[in-house]
């Protein structure tokens, strides 16, 4: 009897304990909803994570019975107790997603791609964010909506829906916006929507850190008085073209609650999601008497910045004739070549 429980023993122990598990790719293992025990050993066996020998055992003794959807990471060489264990558990490895400057919706939305479940894609999350219906207990519409996304890197899981993502990133919007942040965002007569959708701008208009806090101190001005924005890519973003170098005339026409050279006022909504760093500014802009920005002639990512409109007539000047220069240089680059 004791030889008889030693060898049931040691045959248990060798089925639940020595590596099973095949993954030196470290590829993630899918469960579908719907996907039940047998399917998911068959799955396994079919991808060639296991051999098969040892999987009903572990189950039965594991009361495995109902399988989870999800992402796993099976570890290389893990037994079949720790794999039915993990499977058993619904511990799955969540998707990274990473949140940097968006410009659009769809764009947002592609990153939900192929890399969630069938019923989870990039259909399904524009559709989300795109109905005034799903917003409306977010405090948020289908403009103004972009605000919420933060530039974080978020941890999704494989088998989540636009909801539930959306919640995470509503969570993270509520915590950034502190009672000292909003006191800020009173003080300059903004909502945070609105500070979002200005940084949005300021954003688009330069990489300078420094120079993010005087290009929202002159906007801000000229909200103060009235004075339209005129903003140049307010303009890419109504024509949904971000390729434009010199925004003219013909653009200048485009009938868009976003042309701020059409439209008194801020944009319905943002024009991209604006880093922390461009919030900031916009929350600590320094008080100034400026009214206009152009970019340097120098070319060197820096804006000159005046207080009245015939100073920024030269300085507009001087970057377009230097402009002008560079691109008839390298068109004629391009033809001698």
């Known amino acids: 009897m004791l030889l008889l429980i030693l060898a049931v023993g040691s045959f248990?122990?060798?089925?639940?304990?020595?590596?099973?598990?095949?993954?030196?790719?470290?590829a993630y293992f899918y469960i579908k909803d719907g996907d039940d025990v047998?399917?998911?050993?068959?799955?396994?066996?079919?991808?060639?994570?296991?051999?098969?020998?040892?999987?009903?055992?572990?189950?039965?003794?594991?009361?495995?019975k109902k399988?989870?959807?999800?992402?796993?990471?099976?570890?290389?060489?893990?037994?079949?107790?720790?794999?039915?264990?993990?499977?058993?558990?619904?511990e799955q490895s969540p998707v990274k997603v990473v949140i940097t400057k968006e410009r659009t919706k769809e764009a947002f939305a592609g990153k939900f791609g192929k890399r969630f479940d069938v019923s989870f894609d990039s259909l399904a999350m524009i559709r989300f964010i795109s109905s005034n219906d799903s917003l409306?207990?977010?405090?948020?519409?289908?403009?103004?909506?972009?605000?919420?996304?933060?530039?974080?890197?978020?941890?999704v899981n494989w088998n989540?829906?636009?909801?539930?993502?959306?919640?995470?990133?509503?969570?993270?919007?509520?915590?950034?916006?502190?009672?000292?942040?909003?006191?800020?965002?009173d003080s300059l007569h903004l909502t945070p929507l609105q500070v979002i959708t200005l940084a949005s701008i300021v954003e688009e208009e330069t990489l300078k850190k420094a120079d993010k806090y005087n290009i929202a101190?002159?906007?801000?001005?000229?909200?103060?008085?009235?004075?339209?924005?005129?903003?140049?890519?307010?303009?890419?973003?109504?024509?949904?073209?971000?390729t434009i170098k010199r925004v003219t005339g013909t653009h200048l026409k485009k009938d868009s609650p976003y042309n701020t050279y059409m439209y008194a006022g801020l944009p319905p909504g943002p024009i991209c999601t604006p880093s922390i760093e461009t919030i900031e500014a916009v929350l600590d802009a320094p008080e100034t008497e400026y009214l206009y920005f152009v970019a340097s002639s120098k070319f060197d990512g820096s804006s000159v910045f005046t207080t009245n409109f015939d100073d920024h007539l030269k300085h507009a000047r001087l970057y377009q004739q230097e402009l002008t220069r560079r691109m008839d240089s390298a068109r004629k680059a391009k033809e001698n070549k």
């Open 136 to 155: 409306k207990d977010y405090g948020v519409d289908s403009n103004t909506v972009m605000a919420v996304i933060m530039p974080y890197t978020f941890e």
């Open 160 to 185: 989540s829906t636009p909801e539930k993502v959306f919640k995470q990133f509503y969570a993270s919007f509520k915590k950034f916006w502190t009672p000292e942040r909003k006191t800020k965002a």
């Open 67 to 90: 399988a989870r959807s999800g992402r796993y990471k099976l570890k290389d060489g893990m037994s079949m107790y720790q794999l039915i264990k993990l499977l058993r558990s619904g």
């Open 38 to 64: 047998a399917s998911v050993k068959e799955t396994l066996v079919y991808q060639q994570f296991i051999g098969g020998s040892g999987f009903d055992l572990a189950a039965r003794l594991l009361k495995f």
């Open 12 to 26: 248990l122990g060798y089925k639940l304990f020595t590596p099973a598990v095949h993954n030196k790719d470290n």
């Open 217 to 242: 101190s002159t906007y801000l001005n000229r909200i103060r008085i009235g004075m339209k924005l005129q903003a140049d890519p307010t303009v890419k973003f109504a024509l949904k073209d971000f």
